[in-house]
């Protein structure tokens, strides 16, 4: 098992390429396997930040590893993440949250409200954020 700076380093490093999804599966496993894989999510949902446009899946290996964190700080990461750069594929992982209607339901719902009222954000991201928030309230 590779040490947990071994993964982070590969996947501050990948790039798109014809090999990309079988890396995302791969890394993907391997992170959910590992016993500190947890520390793992914000460079994931980084990853999300820096290819914004890419198709990582809907939701995908990496988002799907991300979640299986949950409860074990990955809404906190989660919600780093949306304040920073939310994407397309963030903002949707938040809907999750607020699908589930637990205790984060909340906290998840105001992150989709201040981001559909951002000004410095692409309009296709705020109305996605808009069009969940008004689903939710």
Do not use: C
Not at 20 to 33: K, P, S, V, W, Y
Not at 77 to 91: D, H, N
Request: hydrophobic share 40%; charged share 30%.
């Amino acid at each position: 098992m590779r040490d947990v700076g071994e993964i982070a380093a590969e996947l501050k490093s990948f790039r798109f390429d014809s090999n990309a999804e079988e890396t995302l599966h791969r890394l993907a496993g391997e992170i959910e396997q590992h016993p500190e894989g947890g520390k793992l999510v914000g460079v994931i949902l980084s990853l999300f930040e820096r290819f914004p446009n890419e198709d990582f899946g809907m939701p995908g290996p990496l988002a799907h590893a991300a979640e299986h964190f949950y409860r074990k700080g990955y809404e906190d990461e989660l919600a780093v993440s949306l304040t920073r750069s939310p994407t397309s594929l963030t903002i949707w992982l938040a809907n999750r949250i607020v699908n589930a209607k637990d205790a984060n339901f909340q906290r998840f719902l105001e992150l989709l409200k201040q981001i559909a009222e951002r000004s410095d954000l692409d309009e296709t991201l705020t109305e996605d954020a808009r069009s969940f928030f008004e689903l939710h309230s």
